[in-house]
DNA sequence: GCAATAGTGTCTCTAAGACAGTATCAC
DNA sequence: GTGATACTGTCTTAGAGACACTATTGC
Protein backbone atom coordinates (compact mmCIF):
# COMPACT_ATOMS: atom_id res chain seq x y z
CA UNK A 1 0.00 0.00 0.00
CA UNK A 2 2.66 2.72 1.06
CA UNK A 3 4.72 1.61 -2.11
CA UNK A 4 1.59 2.16 -4.34
CA UNK A 5 1.55 5.39 -6.61
CA UNK A 6 -0.27 8.06 -4.75
CA UNK A 7 -3.62 9.20 -6.48
CA UNK A 8 -3.89 13.34 -5.58
CA UNK A 9 -5.87 16.16 -6.06
CA UNK A 10 -3.99 19.18 -7.03
CA UNK A 11 -4.47 22.88 -5.27
CA UNK A 12 -2.90 26.08 -6.03
CA UNK A 13 -3.10 28.43 -2.62
CA UNK A 14 -2.22 31.92 -2.68
CA UNK A 15 -0.44 34.43 -0.67
CA UNK A 16 -1.41 37.31 -1.93
CA UNK A 17 0.55 40.38 -0.29
CA UNK A 18 -0.18 44.21 -0.59
CA UNK A 19 0.94 47.34 1.52
CA UNK A 20 -1.88 48.84 3.51
CA UNK A 21 -1.29 51.98 5.64
CA UNK A 22 2.53 51.18 6.35
CA UNK A 23 1.80 47.51 7.44
CA UNK A 24 2.64 44.14 4.98
CA UNK A 25 -0.95 42.55 4.43
CA UNK A 26 -1.91 39.07 3.58
CA UNK A 27 -5.13 38.43 1.80
CA UNK A 28 -7.21 35.94 3.69
CA UNK A 29 -10.22 34.25 3.71
CA UNK A 30 -12.50 32.34 6.18
CA UNK A 31 -13.02 28.96 5.48
CA UNK A 32 -17.34 28.46 4.70
CA UNK A 33 -16.54 24.17 4.80
CA UNK A 34 -14.71 21.21 6.45
CA UNK A 35 -12.12 20.54 7.24
CA UNK A 36 -11.36 23.90 9.54
CA UNK A 37 -14.80 25.82 8.79
CA UNK A 38 -14.46 28.95 10.28
CA UNK A 39 -10.74 29.07 10.17
CA UNK A 40 -8.51 31.86 8.18
CA UNK A 41 -6.74 30.18 5.28
CA UNK A 42 -5.19 31.34 2.00
CA UNK A 43 -7.26 31.51 -1.14
CA UNK A 44 -7.01 28.98 -3.43
CA UNK A 45 -8.31 26.40 -5.37
CA UNK A 46 -8.55 23.36 -7.27
CA UNK A 47 -7.10 22.49 -10.62
CA UNK A 48 -9.23 21.85 -13.46
CA UNK A 49 -9.66 19.83 -16.57
CA UNK A 50 -7.80 22.33 -19.21
CA UNK A 51 -5.50 24.01 -17.30
CA UNK A 52 -1.95 24.01 -16.03
CA UNK A 53 -1.31 24.96 -11.83
CA UNK A 54 -0.02 28.57 -13.29
CA UNK A 55 -3.48 29.08 -14.88
CA UNK A 56 -5.69 27.66 -11.64
CA UNK A 57 -3.05 30.29 -9.59
CA UNK A 58 -3.84 32.96 -12.08
CA UNK A 59 -7.56 32.80 -11.95
CA UNK A 60 -7.96 32.08 -8.10
CA UNK A 61 -5.93 35.48 -8.06
CA UNK A 62 -8.64 37.32 -10.47
CA UNK A 63 -11.67 35.83 -8.53
CA UNK A 64 -10.08 37.44 -5.31
CA UNK A 65 -9.01 40.67 -6.42
CA UNK A 66 -10.87 41.53 -9.21
CA UNK A 67 -7.78 42.54 -10.87
CA UNK A 68 -6.31 40.67 -14.22
CA UNK A 69 -3.96 38.60 -13.04
CA UNK A 70 -1.30 39.41 -15.35
CA UNK A 71 -1.14 42.90 -14.20
CA UNK A 72 0.11 41.52 -10.76
CA UNK A 73 3.11 39.94 -10.01
CA UNK A 74 2.93 35.54 -9.47
CA UNK A 75 4.99 33.07 -8.91
CA UNK A 76 5.75 29.64 -7.47
CA UNK A 77 6.89 29.41 -3.78
CA UNK A 78 6.85 25.56 -3.39
CA UNK A 79 5.17 22.57 -3.00
CA UNK A 80 3.68 21.29 -0.09
CA UNK A 81 2.70 17.20 -0.02
CA UNK A 82 2.38 15.91 3.41
CA UNK A 83 0.67 12.99 3.39
CA UNK A 84 -0.92 14.50 6.71
CA UNK A 85 -1.19 18.25 5.95
CA UNK A 86 -5.17 18.25 4.65
CA UNK A 87 -7.58 15.63 6.29
CA UNK A 88 -9.70 14.66 3.15
CA UNK A 89 -9.21 12.17 0.39
CA UNK A 90 -7.78 11.62 -1.60
CA UNK A 91 -5.10 13.28 -0.72
CA UNK A 92 -4.67 17.27 -1.20
CA UNK A 93 -1.37 18.59 -2.78
CA UNK A 94 -0.75 22.36 -2.82
CA UNK A 95 1.48 24.39 -4.82
CA UNK A 96 2.26 27.75 -3.19
CA UNK A 97 1.88 31.00 -5.40
CA UNK A 98 3.13 34.40 -4.06
CA UNK A 99 1.50 37.14 -5.71
CA UNK A 100 1.82 40.87 -5.42
CA UNK A 101 -0.68 43.72 -5.74
CA UNK A 102 -1.00 47.48 -5.07
CA UNK A 103 -3.65 48.79 -2.42
CA UNK A 104 -6.58 47.57 -4.15
CA UNK A 105 -10.10 47.71 -3.15
CA UNK A 106 -11.29 44.02 -2.86
CA UNK A 107 -14.71 42.93 -4.34
CA UNK A 108 -15.82 42.83 -0.97
CA UNK A 109 -19.85 42.07 -1.55
CA UNK A 110 -19.10 40.67 -4.92
CA UNK A 111 -20.71 38.09 -6.62
CA UNK A 112 -19.13 35.20 -4.87
CA UNK A 113 -19.76 36.96 -1.21
CA UNK A 114 -16.50 35.75 -0.15
CA UNK A 115 -15.27 36.41 3.33
CA UNK A 116 -12.29 37.45 1.74
CA UNK A 117 -9.96 40.71 3.66
CA UNK A 118 -6.47 41.68 4.13
CA UNK A 119 -5.06 41.28 7.28
CA UNK A 120 -1.58 42.21 9.11
CA UNK A 121 1.04 39.66 7.98
CA UNK A 122 1.90 39.91 11.33
CA UNK A 123 -1.40 39.28 13.00
CA UNK A 124 -2.34 36.65 11.13
CA UNK A 125 1.04 34.97 11.81
CA UNK A 126 0.24 35.26 15.75
CA UNK A 127 -3.49 34.02 14.98
CA UNK A 128 -2.64 31.09 12.97
CA UNK A 129 -4.05 29.99 9.73
CA UNK A 130 -5.60 26.23 8.61
CA UNK A 131 -3.84 23.39 7.61
CA UNK A 132 -0.07 24.45 6.99
CA UNK A 133 -0.74 27.73 5.76
CA UNK A 134 1.45 29.58 8.41
CA UNK A 135 4.53 27.47 7.31
CA UNK A 136 3.33 28.38 3.34
CA UNK A 137 2.78 32.07 4.93
CA UNK A 138 6.07 32.30 6.06
CA UNK A 139 8.35 30.90 3.13
CA UNK A 140 6.01 33.23 0.43
CA UNK A 141 7.06 36.03 2.91
CA UNK A 142 11.04 35.60 2.77
CA UNK A 143 10.75 34.63 -0.55
CA UNK A 144 9.44 38.11 -0.95
CA UNK A 145 12.04 39.61 1.32
CA UNK A 146 15.02 37.74 -0.79
CA UNK A 147 13.41 38.86 -4.54
CA UNK A 148 13.43 42.47 -3.54
CA UNK A 149 16.84 42.28 -3.66
CA UNK A 150 17.31 41.09 -6.79
CA UNK A 151 14.48 42.02 -9.06
CA UNK A 152 12.17 44.55 -9.53
CA UNK A 153 9.10 43.11 -7.81
CA UNK A 154 8.74 46.50 -5.58
CA UNK A 155 7.19 48.04 -8.23
CA UNK A 156 4.37 45.63 -7.76
CA UNK A 157 3.42 46.86 -4.90
CA UNK A 158 2.82 50.07 -6.40
CA UNK A 159 0.20 51.59 -8.87
CA UNK A 160 0.75 52.24 -12.11
CA UNK A 161 2.83 55.60 -11.30
CA UNK A 162 4.27 55.96 -8.16
CA UNK A 163 7.15 58.25 -6.27
CA UNK A 164 10.38 57.37 -4.73
CA UNK A 165 8.82 57.53 -1.61
CA UNK A 166 6.04 54.77 -2.20
CA UNK A 167 9.23 52.26 -3.65
CA UNK A 168 11.44 52.92 -0.94
CA UNK A 169 7.99 52.45 1.23
CA UNK A 170 7.72 49.00 -0.14
CA UNK A 171 11.51 48.26 1.01
CA UNK A 172 11.28 49.45 4.79
CA UNK A 173 7.88 47.52 5.35
CA UNK A 174 8.73 44.45 3.99
CA UNK A 175 12.31 44.46 5.06
CA UNK A 176 11.73 46.28 8.27
CA UNK A 177 14.23 48.37 8.41
CA UNK A 178 14.52 52.03 7.40
CA UNK A 179 16.64 53.22 4.45
CA UNK A 180 18.59 56.42 3.94
CA UNK A 181 16.18 58.76 1.37
CA UNK A 182 18.72 60.37 -0.49
CA UNK A 183 20.90 57.18 -0.96
CA UNK A 184 17.85 55.07 -1.95
CA UNK A 185 16.58 57.72 -4.56
CA UNK A 186 20.28 57.50 -5.84
CA UNK A 187 20.36 54.20 -6.20
CA UNK A 188 16.89 53.51 -7.68
CA UNK A 189 17.09 56.58 -10.71
CA UNK A 190 20.17 54.55 -11.55
CA UNK A 191 19.45 51.34 -11.79
CA UNK A 192 19.30 50.71 -15.46
CA UNK A 193 15.49 49.73 -16.53
CA UNK A 194 13.77 49.87 -13.41
CA UNK A 195 12.14 53.25 -13.28
CA UNK A 196 10.88 55.21 -15.92
CA UNK A 197 10.17 58.73 -15.35
CA UNK A 198 6.39 59.50 -16.07
CA UNK A 199 6.80 63.20 -15.89
CA UNK A 200 4.27 63.55 -13.80
CA UNK A 201 4.64 65.23 -10.09
CA UNK A 202 2.22 64.25 -7.32
CA UNK A 203 0.93 66.71 -4.60
CA UNK A 204 2.19 65.34 -1.50
CA UNK A 205 0.30 66.74 1.99
CA UNK A 206 3.31 69.10 3.11
CA UNK A 207 5.93 69.41 1.06
CA UNK A 208 7.92 69.24 -2.53
CA UNK A 209 5.42 67.37 -4.90
CA UNK A 210 7.57 64.09 -5.69
CA UNK A 211 8.44 63.17 -9.27
CA UNK A 212 6.59 60.24 -10.50
CA UNK A 213 7.50 56.55 -12.23
CA UNK A 214 6.45 53.93 -13.82
CA UNK A 215 8.27 50.01 -13.51
CA UNK A 216 11.08 49.52 -16.32
CA UNK A 217 11.82 47.00 -18.56
CA UNK A 218 14.03 45.15 -16.59
CA UNK A 219 13.11 42.14 -14.41
CA UNK A 220 16.81 41.95 -12.59
CA UNK A 221 17.74 44.71 -10.52
CA UNK A 222 21.50 45.63 -10.91
CA UNK A 223 23.21 46.04 -8.91
CA UNK A 224 20.90 44.10 -6.11
CA UNK A 225 19.51 46.37 -3.13
CA UNK A 226 21.63 45.68 -0.50
CA UNK A 227 19.61 44.73 2.57
CA UNK A 228 20.56 46.08 5.52
CA UNK A 229 23.05 43.59 7.85
CA UNK A 230 22.31 45.04 11.19
CA UNK A 231 18.39 46.06 11.76
CA UNK A 232 17.36 42.53 11.03
CA UNK A 233 15.39 41.23 13.96
CA UNK A 234 12.92 39.63 11.32
CA UNK A 235 15.25 36.24 11.00
CA UNK A 236 13.96 35.23 14.91
CA UNK A 237 10.67 34.55 13.20
CA UNK A 238 12.38 31.57 10.55
CA UNK A 239 11.30 28.26 10.94
CA UNK B 1 -15.86 18.15 -17.33
CA UNK B 2 -13.21 21.22 -17.43
CA UNK B 3 -14.60 22.43 -15.13
CA UNK B 4 -14.09 19.03 -12.59
CA UNK B 5 -11.46 18.96 -10.27
CA UNK B 6 -8.64 16.84 -11.36
CA UNK B 7 -7.43 13.75 -10.32
CA UNK B 8 -3.64 13.44 -10.94
CA UNK B 9 -0.26 11.41 -10.10
CA UNK B 10 2.62 13.24 -8.91
CA UNK B 11 6.36 12.72 -9.67
CA UNK B 12 9.85 14.36 -8.35
CA UNK B 13 12.15 14.49 -11.40
CA UNK B 14 15.48 15.47 -10.59
CA UNK B 15 17.85 16.91 -12.30
CA UNK B 16 21.33 15.68 -10.77
CA UNK B 17 24.19 18.29 -11.66
CA UNK B 18 27.83 17.24 -11.13
CA UNK B 19 31.07 18.76 -12.61
CA UNK B 20 33.27 16.47 -14.71
CA UNK B 21 36.13 17.05 -16.58
CA UNK B 22 35.81 20.49 -16.42
CA UNK B 23 31.89 20.08 -17.95
CA UNK B 24 28.69 20.45 -16.30
CA UNK B 25 27.02 17.19 -16.49
CA UNK B 26 23.82 16.12 -15.92
CA UNK B 27 22.53 12.59 -14.82
CA UNK B 28 20.33 11.07 -17.37
CA UNK B 29 18.10 7.74 -18.23
CA UNK B 30 17.37 5.58 -21.25
CA UNK B 31 13.70 5.11 -20.89
CA UNK B 32 12.68 1.69 -20.91
CA UNK B 33 8.85 1.88 -21.39
CA UNK B 34 6.67 3.82 -22.80
CA UNK B 35 6.01 6.90 -23.23
CA UNK B 36 9.48 7.81 -25.09
CA UNK B 37 10.61 4.63 -24.78
CA UNK B 38 14.54 4.27 -25.83
CA UNK B 39 14.40 8.04 -25.70
CA UNK B 40 16.63 10.06 -22.51
CA UNK B 41 14.81 11.82 -19.99
CA UNK B 42 15.57 12.88 -16.19
CA UNK B 43 15.31 10.12 -13.44
CA UNK B 44 11.96 10.58 -11.61
CA UNK B 45 9.87 8.52 -9.73
CA UNK B 46 6.31 8.42 -8.25
CA UNK B 47 5.29 9.73 -4.68
CA UNK B 48 4.17 7.23 -2.46
CA UNK B 49 1.73 6.18 0.10
CA UNK B 50 3.76 7.67 3.39
CA UNK B 51 5.68 10.41 1.85
CA UNK B 52 5.94 13.78 0.65
CA UNK B 53 7.76 15.01 -2.67
CA UNK B 54 10.48 15.87 -0.92
CA UNK B 55 10.78 12.43 0.73
CA UNK B 56 10.22 10.86 -2.83
CA UNK B 57 13.15 13.21 -4.67
CA UNK B 58 15.52 12.23 -1.61
CA UNK B 59 14.80 8.42 -2.31
CA UNK B 60 15.37 9.01 -6.25
CA UNK B 61 18.63 10.67 -5.59
CA UNK B 62 19.96 7.92 -3.69
CA UNK B 63 18.68 5.27 -5.70
CA UNK B 64 20.44 6.91 -8.65
CA UNK B 65 23.47 8.17 -7.31
CA UNK B 66 24.21 5.45 -4.36
CA UNK B 67 24.91 8.34 -1.80
CA UNK B 68 22.69 9.23 1.14
CA UNK B 69 20.53 11.86 0.00
CA UNK B 70 21.00 14.08 3.27
CA UNK B 71 24.96 14.63 1.90
CA UNK B 72 23.85 16.47 -1.16
CA UNK B 73 21.95 19.54 -1.43
CA UNK B 74 18.14 18.96 -3.21
CA UNK B 75 15.90 21.85 -3.61
CA UNK B 76 12.49 22.60 -5.39
CA UNK B 77 12.91 24.19 -8.74
CA UNK B 78 8.77 23.89 -9.77
CA UNK B 79 6.26 22.44 -10.93
CA UNK B 80 5.16 21.04 -14.24
CA UNK B 81 1.65 20.63 -15.04
CA UNK B 82 0.21 21.02 -18.49
CA UNK B 83 -2.00 18.86 -19.24
CA UNK B 84 -0.33 17.66 -22.48
CA UNK B 85 2.92 17.01 -20.71
CA UNK B 86 2.43 13.30 -20.55
CA UNK B 87 0.43 11.49 -22.51
CA UNK B 88 -0.42 8.95 -19.36
CA UNK B 89 -4.01 9.30 -17.69
CA UNK B 90 -4.72 10.09 -14.90
CA UNK B 91 -2.41 13.21 -15.92
CA UNK B 92 0.90 13.03 -14.66
CA UNK B 93 2.48 16.30 -12.81
CA UNK B 94 5.87 16.60 -11.55
CA UNK B 95 8.06 18.57 -9.10
CA UNK B 96 11.49 19.12 -10.30
CA UNK B 97 14.58 18.82 -7.99
CA UNK B 98 17.58 20.42 -8.50
CA UNK B 99 20.43 18.33 -7.06
CA UNK B 100 24.18 18.81 -7.03
CA UNK B 101 26.47 15.74 -6.16
CA UNK B 102 30.66 15.58 -6.31
CA UNK B 103 31.98 13.94 -9.35
CA UNK B 104 31.16 10.35 -7.82
CA UNK B 105 31.05 6.90 -9.76
CA UNK B 106 27.69 5.88 -10.58
CA UNK B 107 26.24 2.21 -9.55
CA UNK B 108 25.68 1.51 -13.40
CA UNK B 109 26.22 -2.49 -12.93
CA UNK B 110 24.20 -2.09 -9.54
CA UNK B 111 20.79 -4.19 -8.51
CA UNK B 112 18.85 -2.12 -11.04
CA UNK B 113 20.10 -2.22 -13.68
CA UNK B 114 19.52 1.02 -14.41
CA UNK B 115 21.18 2.53 -17.68
CA UNK B 116 22.02 5.79 -15.77
CA UNK B 117 24.44 8.08 -16.88
CA UNK B 118 26.15 11.12 -16.84
CA UNK B 119 26.11 13.66 -20.17
CA UNK B 120 27.59 17.02 -20.50
CA UNK B 121 24.17 19.83 -20.38
CA UNK B 122 25.69 21.08 -23.56
CA UNK B 123 25.37 17.80 -25.28
CA UNK B 124 21.52 16.99 -23.73
CA UNK B 125 20.20 20.52 -24.21
CA UNK B 126 20.96 20.07 -28.19
CA UNK B 127 19.57 16.36 -28.33
CA UNK B 128 16.54 16.75 -26.35
CA UNK B 129 15.45 14.80 -23.62
CA UNK B 130 11.65 13.10 -23.50
CA UNK B 131 8.90 15.16 -21.92
CA UNK B 132 9.52 18.94 -20.61
CA UNK B 133 12.23 17.89 -19.26
CA UNK B 134 14.39 20.48 -21.59
CA UNK B 135 12.27 23.05 -20.00
CA UNK B 136 13.07 21.55 -16.59
CA UNK B 137 16.64 21.01 -16.81
CA UNK B 138 17.28 24.71 -18.64
CA UNK B 139 15.32 25.77 -15.49
CA UNK B 140 17.34 23.86 -13.37
CA UNK B 141 20.41 25.06 -14.46
CA UNK B 142 19.48 28.53 -14.66
CA UNK B 143 18.68 28.16 -11.21
CA UNK B 144 21.93 26.97 -9.75
CA UNK B 145 23.53 29.74 -11.88
CA UNK B 146 21.68 32.27 -10.07
CA UNK B 147 21.91 30.57 -6.53
CA UNK B 148 25.91 30.22 -6.81
CA UNK B 149 25.91 33.59 -6.19
CA UNK B 150 24.02 33.86 -2.90
CA UNK B 151 24.25 30.56 -1.44
CA UNK B 152 26.73 28.63 -0.65
CA UNK B 153 26.27 25.44 -2.82
CA UNK B 154 28.93 25.51 -4.86
CA UNK B 155 31.07 23.55 -2.66
CA UNK B 156 27.99 20.47 -2.60
CA UNK B 157 29.89 20.35 -6.53
CA UNK B 158 32.83 18.98 -4.37
CA UNK B 159 34.29 16.29 -2.39
CA UNK B 160 34.22 16.33 1.30
CA UNK B 161 37.94 17.97 1.19
CA UNK B 162 38.74 20.37 -1.48
CA UNK B 163 40.74 23.20 -3.00
CA UNK B 164 40.40 26.52 -3.75
CA UNK B 165 41.00 26.28 -7.29
CA UNK B 166 38.53 23.00 -7.30
CA UNK B 167 35.44 25.71 -5.72
CA UNK B 168 36.63 28.22 -8.27
CA UNK B 169 36.37 25.29 -11.48
CA UNK B 170 32.56 25.08 -10.51
CA UNK B 171 32.01 29.07 -10.22
CA UNK B 172 34.00 29.17 -14.10
CA UNK B 173 32.10 25.74 -15.42
CA UNK B 174 28.74 26.77 -14.09
CA UNK B 175 28.74 30.74 -15.27
CA UNK B 176 30.88 29.98 -18.26
CA UNK B 177 33.55 32.62 -17.15
CA UNK B 178 36.63 32.58 -15.83
CA UNK B 179 37.57 34.73 -12.64
CA UNK B 180 40.84 35.79 -11.15
CA UNK B 181 42.43 33.57 -9.03
CA UNK B 182 43.59 36.38 -6.42
CA UNK B 183 40.53 37.99 -6.11
CA UNK B 184 38.93 34.79 -5.78
CA UNK B 185 41.16 32.99 -3.02
CA UNK B 186 40.79 36.29 -1.27
CA UNK B 187 37.01 36.52 -1.48
CA UNK B 188 36.26 33.37 -0.51
CA UNK B 189 38.52 32.60 2.18
CA UNK B 190 37.29 35.99 3.67
CA UNK B 191 33.74 35.22 3.07
CA UNK B 192 32.37 33.98 6.73
CA UNK B 193 31.14 30.88 7.19
CA UNK B 194 31.85 29.63 4.41
CA UNK B 195 35.33 27.70 4.00
CA UNK B 196 36.85 25.58 7.15
CA UNK B 197 40.19 25.21 6.57
CA UNK B 198 41.39 21.54 7.54
CA UNK B 199 45.40 21.89 7.48
CA UNK B 200 45.81 19.15 4.86
CA UNK B 201 47.00 19.99 1.45
CA UNK B 202 46.66 18.55 -1.74
CA UNK B 203 49.60 17.99 -3.99
CA UNK B 204 49.00 18.63 -6.98
CA UNK B 205 50.66 17.58 -10.32
CA UNK B 206 52.86 20.40 -10.90
CA UNK B 207 53.34 23.40 -8.75
CA UNK B 208 52.81 24.04 -5.01
CA UNK B 209 50.48 21.74 -3.19
CA UNK B 210 46.98 23.36 -2.22
CA UNK B 211 45.65 23.73 1.36
CA UNK B 212 42.24 21.77 1.72
CA UNK B 213 39.22 23.07 3.16
CA UNK B 214 35.75 22.04 4.12
CA UNK B 215 32.15 23.27 3.66
CA UNK B 216 31.49 25.58 6.66
CA UNK B 217 27.96 26.07 8.73
CA UNK B 218 26.75 29.40 6.64
CA UNK B 219 24.37 28.86 4.23
CA UNK B 220 24.05 32.39 2.66
CA UNK B 221 27.17 34.04 1.20
CA UNK B 222 27.14 37.81 2.40
CA UNK B 223 28.79 39.63 0.63
CA UNK B 224 27.47 37.29 -2.43
CA UNK B 225 29.93 36.27 -5.07
CA UNK B 226 28.87 38.94 -8.00
CA UNK B 227 28.97 37.16 -11.38
CA UNK B 228 30.70 39.03 -14.24
CA UNK B 229 28.32 41.33 -16.96
CA UNK B 230 30.37 41.37 -20.07
CA UNK B 231 31.62 37.37 -20.07
CA UNK B 232 28.20 35.98 -20.38
CA UNK B 233 26.97 34.02 -23.54
CA UNK B 234 24.65 31.94 -21.71
CA UNK B 235 21.90 34.23 -21.75
CA UNK B 236 21.10 33.32 -25.61
CA UNK B 237 19.93 30.20 -23.96
CA UNK B 238 17.62 31.01 -21.99
CA UNK B 239 13.72 30.47 -22.79
C1' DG C 1 67.87 26.60 -12.69
C1' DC C 2 62.60 26.40 -15.24
C1' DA C 3 57.67 25.57 -15.39
C1' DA C 4 53.58 25.46 -13.07
C1' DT C 5 50.21 26.33 -9.67
C1' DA C 6 49.11 28.50 -4.87
C1' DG C 7 48.76 32.40 -2.50
C1' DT C 8 49.83 37.70 -0.95
C1' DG C 9 50.21 42.77 -1.52
C1' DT C 10 48.80 46.80 -3.45
C1' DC C 11 46.68 50.00 -6.37
C1' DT C 12 42.45 51.72 -8.69
C1' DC C 13 37.77 52.48 -9.13
C1' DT C 14 32.98 51.75 -8.29
C1' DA C 15 29.40 52.01 -5.42
C1' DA C 16 27.31 52.09 -0.76
C1' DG C 17 26.59 54.87 3.42
C1' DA C 18 26.49 59.19 6.03
C1' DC C 19 24.88 63.50 5.94
C1' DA C 20 24.99 68.59 4.77
C1' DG C 21 22.68 71.34 1.82
C1' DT C 22 19.18 72.93 -1.72
C1' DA C 23 14.34 72.90 -4.04
C1' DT C 24 9.48 73.24 -3.92
C1' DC C 25 5.36 72.88 -2.03
C1' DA C 26 1.26 74.27 2.09
C1' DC C 27 0.33 77.27 5.43
C1' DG D 1 8.54 83.43 7.10
C1' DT D 2 8.03 77.96 9.23
C1' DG D 3 7.57 73.21 8.40
C1' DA D 4 7.57 69.39 5.67
C1' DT D 5 9.02 66.45 2.08
C1' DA D 6 11.80 65.82 -2.42
C1' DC D 7 16.03 65.83 -4.28
C1' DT D 8 21.38 66.91 -5.01
C1' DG D 9 26.25 67.17 -3.75
C1' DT D 10 30.12 65.49 -1.41
C1' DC D 11 32.99 62.99 1.64
C1' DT D 12 34.27 58.47 3.49
C1' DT D 13 34.88 53.78 3.16
C1' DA D 14 34.14 48.84 1.85
C1' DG D 15 34.78 45.89 -1.60
C1' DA D 16 35.55 44.33 -6.57
C1' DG D 17 38.94 44.05 -10.20
C1' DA D 18 43.57 44.29 -12.17
C1' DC D 19 47.89 42.67 -11.69
C1' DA D 20 52.77 42.59 -9.84
C1' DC D 21 54.93 39.73 -6.83
C1' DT D 22 56.24 35.84 -3.61
C1' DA D 23 55.88 30.70 -2.19
C1' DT D 24 56.27 25.86 -2.90
C1' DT D 25 56.23 22.04 -5.44
C1' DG D 26 58.22 18.61 -9.77
C1' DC D 27 61.45 18.29 -13.04
Known amino acids: MSRARQTVTLT ?3 VILTIRDGTL ?4 VERG ?3 FEGRLALPGGFLRGGENLDETAARELCEETGVRAEKLHLQQVGVYSDPE ?4 RPRVVTCAYLAIAPDLPLP ?17 ESTGLAFDHDQILR ?4 LARAELQFRTIATAFCGDDFTIGELREVYEVIWGVTLDKPNFHRKVTEADGFLVPTGGKRPVANGRPAALYRAGDAELLAPPMMRPRSTTP ?3 RGR
Chains 1, 2 share one sequence.
Do not use: K
Open 12 to 14: ADL
Open 25 to 28: CVLV
Open 33 to 35: NEP
Open 85 to 88: RDPR
Open 108 to 124: TAGSDARSARWAPVGVV
Open 139 to 142: DAVE
Open 234 to 236: ERS
